[in-house]
């Protein structure tokens, strides 16, 4: 249930403009405003219109690329975050001396910590600062560590397991991409240990997770820095429901196919579909696609396939003929509902942390094929420690192969295996809703951080200027 605004506090929340960044970060505006806070999100002029969510307003501020954003910046990393830091602290400064002629001056940024220049605004203008991590803690800890000298990115087999307190030895298969191959992501490098450079001034931290997925990692978290674990930020009608119809993120950059994809359901058996996306980003190459398609047909399950126009000419030609009576093909559609439907049994997924968090907060198993990236540590998380799926073995060239695909496929759909990772699946599900219902870890820190802002409301110590 809404509250009214109990105080003057607001909060703008800044995300970086990819899905799976505003997806989290919106849904943590929603909490605050659940608890009587005056939210605003701060995006990019090209992601503004994408944005609606009730009693969340939403502000364009300018990354330099107002027409396309990324993509006019000719998907050159460096180029649109140096622009973003130029063109983003002045929209951003901008922004903040507008609402200070209102009765709702901002209280606190709560910046997307790959904005960590967003600080520096917020500094300037005497406001709070809190940085806002969207993913695991246990990423976190890997690129803290790094940043801070504490461990060496391994250079060869000598240096491997990689070992970081809390953490499970990671061996070269499960580090991330930029830290396995430092040199071939240095722009990508440079933004993950950056999220550290000043973390030291922010008044507050969180992470997307939750205290009990990741509890040993978050000791160990804690010693680097006093992050405050607030996740899973999944919309509440999947979790606890205390924000009344909140079923969505709302926010989509694409147009979700709701009618088909629960048509094509409703007519399945309990836990009998398969359910393949690799979310609005990750491309597989097009031998991968092959040997899941071919793995698909050859297990004879029943399956809805997402998959992005510009990968579809990935797939076996004839496939979706040879597939029809088994197989749904469609480019995009709500994730959340597909996973919260009693139909579905198991998805194939990249690991990225969002599709990580929701198969976790929905119980559903899953068949991890990771790509690049964080991916690869959610992969073992979610394989070796949560137990709660598989992760099948690539061969020489990084590819699954079908046989290896349809094999782990089987393991986690039917037999005795299945139902002990059905069981974890479940226990996870029960550990994230608690988490964020009254009283939970999650819910407990964001009201911290609510009746911490309240009251420095109220004792006038905001030097808001």
């Not at 990354?63 to 910046?73: I, T, W």
């Not at 246990?138 to 504490?150: D, E, K, N, Y």
Request: net charge negative.
């Amino acid at each position: 249930m809404v509250q009214q605004s109990l105080s003057n506090v607001h909060v703008l929340v800044l995300p970086y403009p990819a899905q799976g960044h505003i997806n989290p970060l919106l849904q943590f505006a929603k909490r605050l405003a659940s608890k009587g806070v005056k939210a605003t999100v701060a995006t990019t002029h090209y992601t503004a219109n994408s944005i609606a969510a009730p009693n969340i307003t939403v502000e364009p501020i300018s990354d330099g690329f107002d027409r396309a954003g990324f993509a006019e910046a000719n998907n050159d990393v460096q180029l649109f975050l140096s622009s973003f830091r130029t063109n983003g602290s002045r929209t951003l400064s901008q922004l903040i001396q507008k609402y200070h002629q209102t009765p709702s001056p901002i209280t606190c940024i709560v910046y997307d910590s790959f904005f960590p220049w967003a600080l520096e605004v917020a500094k300037e203008h005497g406001v709070y600062g809190a940085a806002f991590f969207t993913n695991s803690a246990a990423v976190c800890s890997i690129f803290c560590r790094i940043h801070r000298g504490l461990i060496e990115v391994p250079v060869g087999a000598e240096d491997l397991p990689l070992r970081v307190p809390g953490l499970p030895p990671l061996d070269s298969r499960a580090l991330p991409s930029f830290v396995r191959f430092p040199q071939s992501y240095p722009a990508y490098m440079a933004m993950k240990l950056n999220q550290f450079s000043n973390l030291d001034k922010a008044d507050w931290m969180f992470i997307n997770t939750f205290q009990t997925l990741e509890s040993e990692v978050v000791v160990g978290l804690t010693e680097l820095f006093p992050a405050k674990m607030i996740g899973p930020m999944v919309p509440s009608a999947y979790l606890d429901g205390r924000i009344k119809g909140d079923k969505g993120y709302g926010a989509s950059l694409w147009k979700p196919l709701n009618e088909e994809c629960s048509d094509w359901l409703e007519e399945k058996a309990p836990r009998s579909v398969v359910y393949i996306s690799f979310g609005s980003m990750v491309s597989l190459t097009a031998e991968q696609v092959e040997e899941v398609a071919w793995g698909l047909k050859e297990s004879g399950v029943n399956f809805l396939w997402v998959l992005r126009e510009s990968e579809q000419g990935k797939l076996p030609c004839g496939y979706r003929d040879l597939v029809k009576d088994k197989g749904l093909i469609v480019a995009w559609c709500n994730q959340l509902e597909l996973l919260a439907h009693q139909a579905t049994g198991c998805f194939v997924t990249h690991c990225g942390w969002n599709s990580t968090l929701e198969s976790l907060s929905l119980g559903v198993p899953v068949l991890c094929l990771p790509q690049w990236a964080d991916q690869l540590p959610d992969a073992k998380f979610l394989d070796e420690i949560w137990e709660v799926g598989l992760w099948p073995k690539e061969d020489d060239n990084g590819i699954v192969r079908k046989q290896e695909f349809v094999s782990s496929l089987k393991v986690v759909m039917e037999g005795d295996r299945s139902e002990e990772i059905r069981r974890n699946a479940s226990k996870w599900k029960k550990l994230a809703r608690e988490a964020v219902s009254e009283g939970g870890s999650s819910d407990k820190h964001i009201n911290q951080f609510v009746k911490y802002l309240m009251s420095a409301d109220k004792n006038g110590s905001l030097n808001v200027h």
